[in-house]
């Protein structure tokens, strides 16, 4: 376990390593220039010249990112350029929020996901297979922010339930919670579906029900510990899935998150927030894999870390 887990945070290393490197030549060669955003249109050449020395800006590429990767080492994720303020602060005053969220959408789409794909396997062909199957097809579909607005629409100006928008109490939390989570509950509908029928087939099922087990017993201790290992391993990948839709999310719903303090950065050309939350988004997703695969031998043991 401990091998394991050393060469895996060894290869994550690695994978940030590449992705600040490839984030990092992608800002550098946009046409936005972030000296002229931070001057002003009415600034002077000069002006816009003297802020990229001040931001090194001008410096060849190679030497930017060699700056930018010792404060990395260093635990300095550099300091926005409008705000003037140190971006892990920004970051970290964002996370809980983000965070919340996430938990909340992976809870939704877990919910609806499994308890939709187990029973539309076992009532495999019927109306109700059949009708939950184009229900997970319209929510993996259908884009999120219309889903969003939708929600919005329906429960908090038609019906009242929710609040329209804001953040601090569970109503905040529920309806973004589930614009998220009906498109990951819609894959994982489809998933448990396949892999539940897959595992019905199999011998040692057959001869669980030989020995005369109940169905309840069959179905919750063999086949849906097994059935459920593809699902756990899609969890660690919805991560970053979750990192990129949170962005529309947060924007629709006012939710303060790393999201949107994302769009504003991307909006503003503000490059070391930008390459902040990537990094961080990078991290959750590297450690959110490791987690599900750190996981799997527990619910079948016949998996092997090596």
């Known amino acids: 376990m401990i091998s394991y887990v050393a060469r895996r945070l060894l290869q994550s290393v690695l994978i940030l390593v590449g992705i600040s490197v490839v984030t990092f030549v992608l800002l550098y060669l946009l046409p936005a220039d972030p000296a002229r955003q931070i001057a002003g249109r009415s600034a002077t050449a000069e002006t816009v010249a003297n802020i990229r020395t001040q931001l090194g800006l001008d410096l060849p590429f190679h030497e930017q990112y060699l700056r930018y990767a010792k404060g990395l080492l260093q635990g300095d994720l550099g300091r926005s350029y409008l705000q003037k303020t140190e971006v892990s602060t920004l970051i970290a005053s ?30 495999r062909g019927s109306a109700v297979d059949n009708g939950l199957m184009l229900a997970s097809f319209v929510g993996v579909s259908a884009p999120q922010f219309v889903i969003g607005i939708m929600m919005l629409y329906v429960f908090s100006v038609v019906l ?24 990951g509950a819609g894959w994982y509908a489809r998933m448990m ?37 593809p699902v756990i391993a899609m969890i660690g990948i919805d991560i970053g899935l979750f990192m990129s839709g949170i962005v529309v999310v947060e924007s629709v719903f006012g939710w303060p998150g790393i999201g949107q303090l994302a769009w504003q950065a991307i909006q503003r050309v503000d490059i070391p927030i930008i390459m902040g939350v990537t990094l961080v988004s990078a991290c959750a997703i590297v450690i959110g894999n490791l987690v599900a695969d750190l996981i799997a031998p527990f619910i079948d043991p016949r998996i092997k870390l090596r």
């Open 94 to 123: 964002r996370l809980p929020a983000s965070l919340l969220l996430m938990a909340g959408a992976i809870t939704c789409e877990l919910v609806l996901g499994l308890a939709m794909g187990l029973i539309a396997a076992l009532k």
């Open 160 to 183: 009242g339930w929710f609040p329209i928008g804001g953040y601090g109490t569970f109503s905040h939390l529920v309806l973004p919670s589930l614009t998220l989570g009906i498109l």
């Open 193 to 229: 579906r396949s892999s539940m029928i897959d595992v019905l087939r199999q011998d040692y099922i057959r001869t669980a029900r030989s020995k005369g087990l109940k169905g309840r017993t069959v179905l919750f201790r063999h086949a849906l510990p097994n059935a459920v290992l």
